[in-house]
């Protein structure tokens, strides 16, 4: 009976993935500060939104905006262009009984 226990505990730490041993990694909602979200009919300079045109013309994009800085964050311009080539090295014409060219 206790090799059988013994067994599950050791299934149980293997199965635990790698990030629930890191220390600053929170799977407790209580322990998450208070946090107001931003109001969704005012913009930053504190106009209100009244329209739907307002809306698409002035708050979504405030909004879309923050997503791009905090979540998905931006890459940089290159200071110089990123120059892509290529090479055919084959060419099927008959791919696919003829349908498409396959290079």
């Known amino acids: 009976?206790?090799?059988?226990?013994?067994?599950?505990?050791?299934?149980?730490?293997?199965?635990?993935?790698?990030?629930?041993?890191v220390?600053?990694?929170?799977?407790?909602?209580?322990?998450?500060?208070?946090y107001d979200l931003p109001p969704l009919l005012t913009t930053?300079?504190?106009?209100?939104?009244s329209t739907a045109e307002e809306w698409m013309e002035k708050r979504r994009?405030?909004?879309?905006?923050?997503?791009?800085n905090l979540i998905y964050g931006r890459v940089p311009?290159?200071?110089?262009p990123i120059q892509v080539q290529h090479e055919v090295v084959s060419m099927d014409p008959n791919f696919l009984d003829g349908k498409i060219t396959r290079k």
């Open 1 to 21: 009976m206790s090799g059988t226990m013994l067994l599950t505990g050791v299934l149980f730490v293997q199965s635990r993935e790698a990030k629930e041993y």
């Open 23 to 34: 220390a600053d990694v929170n799977y407790d909602e209580t322990k998450i500060p208070h």
């Open 44 to 49: 930053y300079s504190g106009d209100t939104i």
């Open 61 to 68: 994009p405030e909004i879309l905006g923050l997503f791009g």
């Open 77 to 80: 311009k290159p200071e110089i």
